[in-house]
């Protein structure tokens, strides 16, 4: 197998945007665009991965956004994903960039896993903004449609410097837990005002989401790994543009991540354990305040909020992978579908 990397030709885009819509699947498909500039892997003459990129002049920095990176399904298991990635960041530094940035779902374990490994830190705006300056790191932001359609996405960084290090975004600490909490509670103000219930409105969403990250971490007892608690910051514009709306919210992403990730039957059972758990906890709330008769007021809206959370774990949405059923999918799809089918039958029939 003879595997050569080079530059995307201009005729070859149409052909690349293709290639990656297959590699990301249907619904993710749907946000790749056609690509300007990338590094193509060729075998045999023949397009089987790439690199997409695209050059953001910040006040006369260069910043190189890494766009997608992918390899045709057919080709996958072989490395050639890890190649073409090492190529491409090479590539960029040689251009002259002065910071590297992507955004990756949370729960993409290779992609992830390989920017690591080639300098990048996971880390956030403010961070970013110390580098490249405040204005600088908001053009970015708006530019790369991170602010739009990052939703269950974070940000990483890479320094030429390698001073990316110290720009990490803090995980696991008790911040992390209360702003996601926070963010989450602030969703449901304009429904608060709406319906003049501020108070239980309150209590019911940071009781639910407390608890999320509680029944979160007791499904990380289940294994020998060292985990942290973290909120994804991506896609800021368009949870305000839905939860902006009356009787419509739309969760900030937040779950138990572990420090190290493996691809084996195991390491799969264990994040799938991790949401199992959380669905249980939405679960009982959901039976326990549809079958009492009295619920103390400043609990009232708990079993509506934790019936929408369960639906929306059986959504098949990759921004819903970590906290959603997507970790289940991974490790057992007939746990999957009976957990679909339960979920259903106690929101919608019970």
């Known amino acids: 197998m003879d595997l050569t990397f080079r530059s995307m030709n201009n005729d070859e885009a149409m052909e690349l945007k293709k290639l990656a819509r297959k590699s990301f699947g249907f619904i ?53 994903g890890k190649q073409i990635c090492e190529k491409g960041i090479q590539h960029l530094w040689e ?29 956030n705006l403010q961070n970013v ?27 990483y960084i890479a320094s030429p410097e390698k001073e990316s290090a110290s720009l990490q975004k803090k995980e696991g600490t008790i ?9 989450n509670t ?11 219930n501020i108070i239980p409105v309150i209590v019911s ?8 990250v509680f029944a979160g971490y007791i499904g990380t007892l289940f294994s020998k790994r060292k985990w942290s608690f973290r909120f994804t910051g991506g896609g800021v514009v368009s949870y305000f543009i839905i939860n902006i709306f009356p009787n419509l919210f739309f969760p900030v992403i937040g779950n138990w ?21 959380v669905w249980l906890f939405l679960l009982i709330l959901l039976i326990v305040g549809k079958n009492i008769k009295y619920i103390p007021m400043l ?44 979920s259903i039958f106690f929101v919608l029939i019970l």
Not at 266 to 277: E, H, L, P, T, W
């Open 205 to 212: 969403s940071s009781f639910i989401f407390l608890g999320i």
């Open 186 to 196: 602030l969703i449901f103000l304009p429904n608060a005002i709406i319906t003049r």
């Open 95 to 123: 251009i002259g960039c002065d910071n590297l940035v992507t955004f990756v779902r949370d729960d993409n374990v290779f992609s992830w896993g390989i920017f690591k490994k080639n300098g990048f830190a996971l880390t």
């Open 28 to 80: 993710e498909g749907l946000f790749v665009t056609k690509p300007k500039t990338a590094i193509v892997a060729i075998i045999d003459e023949k397009i089987v991965g790439g690199f997409v990129y695209q050059l953001e002049i910040c006040n006369g920095k260069k910043i190189g956004f890494v766009s997608f990176l992918f390899t045709d399904p057919v080709f996958q298991g072989q490395g050639i």
């Open 257 to 277: 991540y572990p420090i190290q990730y493996e691809n084996n039957p195991k390491f799969k059972r264990d994040m799938a354990i991790n949401v199992i758990s």
């Open 175 to 183: 911040r992390q837990v209360l702003v996601y909490v926070l963010l």
């Open 299 to 342: 609990f009232m809206y708990v079993p509506s909020i934790a019936a929408v959370l369960i639906i929306l774990k059986c959504l098949p949405i990759p921004v819903f992978e970590s906290g959603g059923f997507g970790r289940v999918f991974k490790w057992n799809k007939i746990v999957f579908g009976l957990l679909a089918i339960v």
């Open 129 to 155: 903004a110390n580098v490249i300056g405040l204005l600088r790191a908001m053009k970015l932001y708006i530019r790369t449609l991170y602010g739009l359609f990052g939703i269950g996405h974070d940000f």
